[in-house]
């Protein structure tokens, strides 16, 4: 079966949009209802996956409006795991431009504006929500990375179980997705953003040097970064972080042939 076919195709801000049926496997892997939550899981989940969905969005118009400033293109947005138009690979999100150079500068500033916008509406969120009544607490992940974490408590006016867990799974869900994935984007980890940046700033000044040195780096970075995550036994991101590895291994195997 063709599951193109139930692709999500639409239009924001001028820019095509297509979600694939495989974004929204994305949304459950990564969702806290496989580590044992209790109550209206459902719920939660749908609450989880608007709030996955809307924070990617952003992240990727965040490069969008970029490319459209710097090469005054009109870039395509893809959401999912599988292959672009343009046969280019995508896990997540991926904003594809039909034209770019190879300044620094301004491959690098396309490359942050993702995260940045991302972080940016997560922390805007919580801000706006804290004079409504609306509890957070700052948390960290292996004590190191920051978060904030939504308290449920404060959603229970609401009433009906369905609709807090709805309500605290979005809410909780995009200002977490927002902050904490978005600043593992910013990680020196190609393909992630930080990578990118890494790529574009040493490939133009050391040449093949640079992207050797980009690629030790970032496998060195996402098998720390996989350990950590199995020893939290998070098994997807675990998963992440060591095909990243891999995969940075085969390039790096390639450079050198």
């Not at 063709?2 to 990564?30: A, E, T």
């Not at 200002?175 to 700033?201: E, K, T, Y």
Request: aromatic share 18%.
């Amino acid at each position: 079966m063709d599951l193109s076919q139930f692709d999500w195709k639409f239009k924001i801000f001028g820019f095509p949009v297509r979600v694939m049926v495989s974004f929204w496997l994305i949304c459950v892997f990564f969702s806290p209802f496989l580590r044992g939550q209790n109550g209206p899981w459902l719920f939660g989940l749908l609450g989880w996956s608007a709030a996955v969905f809307l924070s990617i969005l952003v992240h990727e118009l965040g490069h969008a409006f970029a490319m459209r400033k710097v090469y005054g293109s009109t870039p395509t947005i893809d959401l999912g795991i599988g292959s672009t138009a343009s046969g280019a690979f995508v896990f997540g999100g991926l904003t594809s431009s039909s034209t770019s150079d190879r300044v620094p500068i301004k491959r690098a500033l396309t490359a942050a504006a993702g995260p940045i916008a991302e972080i940016t509406a997560a922390f805007a969120l919580a801000l706006l929500l804290i004079p409504l009544g609306f509890r957070f607490e700052r948390t960290t992940i292996f004590g190191v990375i920051p978060s904030i974490s939504a308290d449920v408590e404060s959603f229970r006016f609401f009433g009906s179980l369905p609709l807090i867990y709805f309500t605290y799974f979005f809410v909780e869900g995009f200002v977490f997705v927002g902050i904490v994935w978005g600043l593992f984007n910013l990680a020196p980890i190609f393909p992630c953003d930080g990578g990118q940046i890494l790529l574009s700033i040493l490939g133009q000044s050391l040449g093949a040097d640079g992207v050797r040195i980009t690629m030790i780096v970032s496998i060195a970075l996402s098998a720390a970064l996989g350990y950590l995550f199995l020893r939290e036994e998070s098994y997807f991101m675990a998963f992440f972080f060591f095909f990243s590895a891999y995969q940075n291994y085969r390039v790096l195997s390639g450079w050198r042939r």
